[in-house]
């Protein structure tokens, strides 16, 4: 099967085996690069505001611990507001990874034939 890795080290052989065949798919390909790359960035920016979300969580528990709820209230806030953004990357990743899964599932139908 063709893994977005062996596009994104070998997209000049893809393209060629490709082409052997009389079949364009460059642009396809390039595609599929652009998207991997956005798709690792959002991967990354969602990674980090999860791991901020969870650093937050402890230290609202310690605040609970020590008595100091109201700070802890306002952490909260600011952990509603990193999930809230969570989800919108999270929903756009998604959204990404479908649309290169529909393009790499063409480029399959012909590479493998």
């Known amino acids: 099967m063709l893994q977005i890795s062996y ?3 070998n997209s000049n052989e893809v393209v060629n085996r490709l082409s052997i065949r009389n079949i364009k798919k460059h642009k396809e390909i390039q595609e599929v690069l652009k998207l991997d790359i956005r798709r690792r960035e959002i991967q990354n920016k969602l990674d980090e505001y999860l791991s901020e979300a969870n650093n ?15 700070e802890a209230l ?4 600011k952990t509603i507001e990193i999930k809230n953004f969570s989800k919108e ?3 756009l990743l998604n959204n990404i990874e479908s649309k290169l899964n529909n393009i790499i599932l063409s480029i399959i139908i ?3 034939e």
């Open 7 to 9: 596009i994104r080290e």
């Open 110 to 112: 012909i590479f493998e």
């Open 56 to 70: 937050i969580n402890k230290d609202i528990g310690n605040l609970y611990k020590l008595g100091k709820s109201s």
């Open 89 to 91: 990357l999270s929903d």
């Open 74 to 77: 306002s952490l909260k806030e």
